[in-house]
């Protein structure tokens, strides 16, 4: 089946803006950090390290998410390291698709994190064209960090180009038809005019990101909580008996034996991990992780 003009304009102009974004603006920041702290970064391409050109990464369930870039603390061409942060792109140009984008960035992304949660991972999600602002907070409220270039800013951008994208569902296939033979012969004059437009109206959110990523990637321990936890189980049928046995309990001379560790380390930027123990070789291993 034939794509329609106006499906191929969206997909051509979509690929066009991620890879300026990404390829461009975003990378370049991202490889300045990483090489100045030692971390990798793993972006589309050949790496000996692992199978394929795309960057690959397995979920607590086991499904397997390709995204757009990884970074890993000891990580080399030959070696994959521990990750370290995770983002992910998108392109969206009506709001009626934007929910659903982010659900998929969502469902990509936090299991993958869930799986590295002792580590506490940054992740991201950049993200251009039109999105609903609940779309937005649905993101920055499960953790995300964001960078988003609306859809007008997008506009903008071209018009320094002599090049009107500001299209809707009436256009004519016509229009359309014309609008993708023009992106396709853009030069490298326009596409450096166009590069540097976005790079503008990008450049608040692109800091704000680097920043956040820097605030978790350069975090240091503040505070470390360890709590062995000594007791007895019960087991009751009613909530009644729950009430009856706690008041009946004698909190001046516990008993009990060992039954685990919880541990609460807090960072320097807010950042927290939780987590439980039954085994002290195993806690002695996750507190020397953190040494690194």
Known sequence: MAQSPSHKFGQDLGKLIESIVLEDILKPRLQEFTQANKYYLDAQGYRPARQGKKVTWQDKYGNTHDLDFVIEADGTDDQIGQPVAFIESAWRRYTKHSKNKVQEIQAALLPIIELHQLSAPFY???????????????????????????????????????????????????????ACRKL?????????????????????????????????????????????????????????????????????????????????????????????????????????????
């Open 124 to 178: 991201g999600a950049v993200l251009a064209g039109d999105f609903t602002k609940p779309a937005l907070e649905q993101l920055k409220n499960n953790g995300f960090a964001v960078i988003f270039i609306p859809y007008q800013d997008v506009v903008m951008a071209f018009r320094k180009i002599d090049f009107d994208i500001a299209f809707n569902e009436q256009t004519s296939d016509k229009i359309y038809s014309q």
């Open 184 to 292: 396709a012969d853009l030069n490298e004059t326009n596409q450096d005019l166009l590069r540097q437009a976005l790079i503008e109206v990008s450049k608040a959110e692109i800091e704000q990101f680097m920043e956040k990523l820097k605030n978790c990637l350069e975090r240091y321990i503040t505070q470390i909580f360890v709590i062995p936890l000594f007791g007895t189980s019960y087991n009751f049928e009613s909530l009644e008996d729950v009430l009856t046995a706690l008041n009946q309990l004698d909190l001046n001379t516990p008993q009990g034996k060992f039954t685990k560790f919880e541990v609460r380390i807090t960072y320097s930027n807010q950042d927290t991990i939780c987590a439980t123990f039954e085994d002290k070789h195993r806690l002695e291993t996750f507190l020397r992780r953190l040494e690194s």
